[in-house]
C-alpha cells in the first residue's frame, strides 16, 4: 500500500513568501547610516513609541513588582529546568588534547562568544518561554554579555512578564525595541551596546529577514519560517489528544503547517471529524489562526506501516514530532530527522515550548533535516590548537612540503623547509614534489 493522503495541503509556506527583502535592507542600510537616531525613527514609526530604549534597573524593578506571584514561580521552574538541561548540554562538550604522533599535541577548546542578542518576540502574543530559552542558553554558555530585545507596546512598553523573565534569566541589558531596528541595534552596537556576535530567537518575517540578510556580519541561531509539527500516531493512540495537539500548533499562526502520519484510517477519519469542533472552540484570534492552517497547510496521511510513517516523517524533517504510538524505543532509535522529539501521550510540544527543559528554538521548514535547534553550543565556538616538539614536527614538516609543492604552493613549503634546516642543520632531506 503507498502512503495515502486524505488530507493534502493546498498551500505551502513558500505560498506565503512575501517581499520583504527591499523593506528590511533598506531599513537596516538607513540605521547602519544613522545610528541610535535613525533606529528611534524606525521605533516611533514601526512600534508607535518612544518610551525608554534601554530599561533602567528602576524600570526593570517596576515592571517585575507586576508580574503575579504565581507566574513568577511558573517562570522561576521553567528557567531552572531550561538552565539545568543547557548546562548538561555544555558538560557534553570537553575540551580535549590528542598526541597526533610522538611530540605533536593537537587539541580543542570550546569558547562562548562575546556578546549575545536575544530577540524575544512580543507582538501577537507575549513569547515568556523564548526570552527563557534564549537568555538562559547564552548565560549558561559563558557569553560576557547578552542583550534581551523586544518590541514594545505603546504607551507600555514591554510586556512585564518578558522583562522578569529576561532579567532572572541573566539579561545584561533589556532593550525596548522590535522589528528590523531592534535587530539592527544589536548586530551595529546602538545605545550603548556591544556589537552581538550571535543573533537568537524567534521573530516575525521581518525579524528573519533582517536575520538573513546580516547572516556572516554576525552569527545567527537558524533562518526561521513558520513552525510546523507532525504527529506520528498508530491505532492505539487516543484521537482526542492527536486533535487537540494538532490544533494546538495550528494556533501558531494562519500558516503554520500541522500534519498526521498514521497507519490506522480510522484513527485518521476520527481525528479529523474532532479537529473543527475544537478550532471552533477556541477564542477568536486563535480559532482564526488555526481555522486557517488546518485549511490550507494541514495534511493527513495513512501509510501502509509504521517503516512507511518513519521514512515519511524524515522526509519532512518536521520541527517539532510526536509519536503516539506504541514501541517507543523503536521510533526513538529509527526516526533521524526533527527539531525536537516527543515520545508518547504524556509529553507534549507545548511542555518543550514552555517548561520542560530543552529548548523551543528549532529548525523549520524541513531544515532539522541538516541542523538541530538552538542550544548552548551555538553560542559556543568549538577552536582547535596545536603544539610540537621540534623531533615531533620533522616527519610533520617534510609531508607538508613535499604536499605543498605538489599543489604548487612553494610559500608553504618553504615555512616547512626552514624550520628543518634551522632544527636538524646538517640533515639532508627529499623535499621536492616527486621526492
Not at 569558547?111 to 507582538?123: N, R
Not at 529576561?166 to 535587530?183: F, R
Not at 552569527?219 to 489528544?241: H, K, R, V
Amino acid at each position: 500500500m503507498a502512503l495515502e493522503y486524505l488530507k493534502k495541503a493546498a498551500l505551502t509556506s513558500k505560498s506565503d513568501a512575501s517581499e520583504v527583502s527591499e523593506t528590511v535592507q533598506t531599513v537596516l542600510s538607513d540605521i547602519e547610516a544613522g545610528r541610535d537616531a535613525v533606529a528611534l525613527e524606525y521605533a516611533k514609526k514601526f512600534d508607535n513609541y518612544d518610551g525608554s530604549i534601554i530599561l533602567s534597573a528602576e524600570e526593570i524593578k517596576a515592571a517585575c513588582e507586576l508580574v503575579p506571584e504565581k507566574l513568577k514561580a511558573d517562570i522561576r521552574f521553567a528557567h531552572d529546568n531550561v538552565r539545568r538541561f543547557a548546562e548538561a548540554q555544555k558538560n557534553s562538550t570537553q575540551d580535549v588534547e590528542v598526541e597526533i604522533v610522538p611530540g605533536v599535541i593537537a587539541g580543542q577548546k570550546a569558547i562562548p562568544v562575546d556578546a549575545a542578542g536575544c530577540y524575544v518576540p512580543g507582538g501577537r502574543y507575549s513569547h515568556i518561554a523564548s526570552a527563557v530559552m534564549t537568555v538562559t542558553t547564552a548565560k549558561v554558555a559563558g557569553c560576557r554579555h547578552i542583550t534581551a530585545c523586544s518590541p514594545p507596546r505603546p504607551d507600555v512598553g514591554i510586556a512585564p512578564a518578558i522583562v522578569y523573565a529576561a532579567h532572572i534569566c541573566g539579561a545584561d541589558t533589556i532593550m525596548a525595541m522590535g522589528g528590523i531596528q531592534g535587530v539592527a541595534s544589536m548586530t551595529f552596537g546602538l545605545f550603548g551596546l556591544p556589537r552581538a556576535n550571535i543573533l537568537v530567537g524567534p521573530g516575525n518575517q521581518f525579524v528573519a529577514e533582517a536575520k538573513r540578510i546580516l547572516f556572516g556580519r554576525v552569527g545567527i541561531d537558524m533562518i526561521a519560517g513558520p513552525t510546523d509539527s507532525l504527529i506520528l500516531a498508530d491505532a492505539s493512540a487516543d484521537p482526542m489528544i492527536v486533535a487537540v495537539d494538532l490544533v494546538g500548533q495550528a494556533e501558531h499562526g494562519y500558516n503554520s503547517p500541522v500534519w498526521l502520519v498514521t497507519d490506522s484510517r480510522p484513527l485518521a477519519e476520527k481525528v479529523m471529524k474532532l479537529v473543527p469542533d475544537l478550532i471552533a472552540d477556541l477564542p477568536e484570534v486563535n480559532r482564526q489562526n488555526a481555522a486557517a492552517a488546518w485549511r490550507d497547510y494541514a495534511e493527513v496521511m495513512v501509510c501502509a506501516d509504521r517503516e512507511e510513517m518513519a521514512a515519511t516523517s524524515d522526509a519532512y524533517a518536521p520541527e517539532h514530532l510526536t509519536v503516539q504510538a506504541q514501541d517507543l524505543d523503536w521510533w526513538l532509535e529509527r526516526l533521524t530527522c526533527y527539531g525536537s522529539l516527543f515520545l508518547g501521550e504524556e509529553t507534549t510540544v507545548a511542555f518543550g515550548d514552555k517548561a520542560s527543559g530543552t529548548n523551543h528554538v528549532l529548525p523549520t521548514s524541513g531544515a532539522a533535516s541538516y541542523t538541530g535547534g538552538l542550544s548552548v553550543h551555538k553560542y559556543m565556538k568549538i577552536v582547535t590548537w596545536q603544539r610540537s616538539t621540534r623531533d615531533g614536527a620533522k616527519p610533520i614538516a617534510e609531508a607538508t612540503a613535499r604536499i605543498s609543492r605538489l599543489e604548487g604552493m612553494e610559500g608553504h613549503a618553504r615555512t616547512a623547509d626552514v624550520r628543518l634546516a634551522k632544527y636538524f642543520p646538517g640533515e639532508v632531506f627529499d623535499l621536492s614534489a616527486n621526492g
